[in-house]
C-alpha cells in the first residue's frame, strides 16, 4: 500500500537532547512538509521540501532542522534549541512537481513528542 | 499573507442532527479552499475541496461545504451526523497562483462532539 509512515508514534526525550522524526513516503510524491499541531492551534508549518537537496522555513523553523537526501525521505530534527518541542508533529507530501495548483496535502499518522 | 479563522472551537450536537461547522478566511489572492477531518491520535484526511466551479463542493462521509467569496467563508455542513463524526475538523487555505508550493494556513481547528 501506498502512503506515508512516521516513526516513532511516540517519543520521550530528555531536555537538552536532541531527536529524529522519520517520515518517509511510497507515493512519489516530490514536496514534503513537516507541521507541529498544538491543542487550540491548529497546525504550523516548519520546513518543506520541493525537491532533493532542498528545503524552506516555514512559520516556526527555529529550533528545527531538516534534510532531503532522498526523494522519498524527509526526517525532522528538533534540536535542544527548540524552547518547548512537546507537541504532535505531521509530516505531509503532495504531488506534482512544482507541487501542481489544486493537489491535496496527504498526511501521515503523526509522532507525538514529549519531553520529560 | 492568509489567514483562517474557525469560528467555533467545539460544537457538541446530537446524533441524526444537522451540523454546520464555520471557516472564514482572509487573502489577498485568489485561493482554494479545503476541509480535513483528524480522528484522536492520527493524521488528517482530507474531507473535500474547492478548487473553481461550482459553489457547492461534496466531499466524504456526506459532508459539502460552500464557498462564499463575498463573505469569504467555506462553512462545512452535514444534514445529519453520526457519532463516528466524533473528531477535530480543519479548515485550510492555499494559494491559488504564485509560488506557495502547495503550502497550507491551517485554522485553529473544531472539534464536533456527536452525542447519542
Known amino acids: 500500500d501506498g502512503g506515508i509512515t512516521q516513526s516513532p508514534k511516540y517519543l520521550f526525550r530528555k531536555e537538552g537532547q536532541n531527536v529524529t522524526l522519520s517520515c518517509e513516503q511510497n507515493?512519489?510524491?516530490?514536496?514534503m512538509y513537516w507541521y507541529r499541531q498544538d491543542p487550540g492551534q491548529g497546525l504550523r508549518l516548519i520546513y518543506y521540501?520541493?525537491?532533493?537537496?532542498?528545503?524552506q522555513k516555514g512559520d516556526i523553523a527555529e529550533g528545527y532542522s531538516v534534510s532531503r537526501e532522498k526523494k522519498e525521505s524527509f526526517p525532522l530534527t528538533v534540536t535542544s534549541a527548540q524552547k518547548n518541542p512537546t507537541a504532535f508533529y505531521l509530516c505531509?507530501?503532495?504531488?506534482?512537481?512544482?507541487?501542481?495548483?489544486?493537489?491535496?496535502?496527504?498526511f501521515g499518522p503523526g509522532t507525538r513528542l514529549t519531553v520529560l | 499573507a492568509q489567514s483562517v479563522t474557525q469560528l467555533d472551537s467545539q460544537v457538541p450536537v446530537f446524533e441524526e442532527a444537522p451540523v454546520e461547522l464555520r471557516c472564514n478566511y482572509s487573502?489577498?489572492?485568489?485561493?482554494?479552499l479545503f476541509w480535513y477531518v483528524q480522528y484522536p491520535n492520527q493524521g488528517l484526511q482530507l474531507l473535500l475541496k474547492?478548487?473553481?466551479?461550482?459553489?457547492l463542493v461534496k466531499g466524504i462521509n456526506g459532508f459539502e461545504a460552500e464557498f462564499n467569496k463575498s463573505q469569504t467563508s467555506f462553512h462545512l455542513r452535514k444534514p445529519s451526523v453520526h457519532i463516528s463524526d466524533t473528531a477535530e475538523y480543519f479548515c485550510?487555505?492555499?494559494?491559488?497562483?504564485?509560488?506557495?508550493?502547495?503550502?497550507?494556513?491551517f485554522g485553529q481547528g473544531t472539534i464536533l462532539t456527536v452525542h447519542p
Open positions: 521540501s520541493q525537491i532533493v537537496n532542498d528545503f
Open positions: 505531509a507530501s503532495i504531488p506534482g512537481l512544482g507541487a501542481q495548483r489544486g493537489n491535496e496535502q496527504f
Open positions: 485550510a487555505v492555499s494559494d491559488a497562483g504564485g509560488t506557495s508550493y502547495g503550502k497550507l494556513t
Open positions: 487573502s489577498s489572492v485568489s485561493v482554494y
Open positions: 474547492y478548487l473553481s466551479g461550482s459553489t
Open positions: 507515493l512519489n510524491h516530490d514536496a
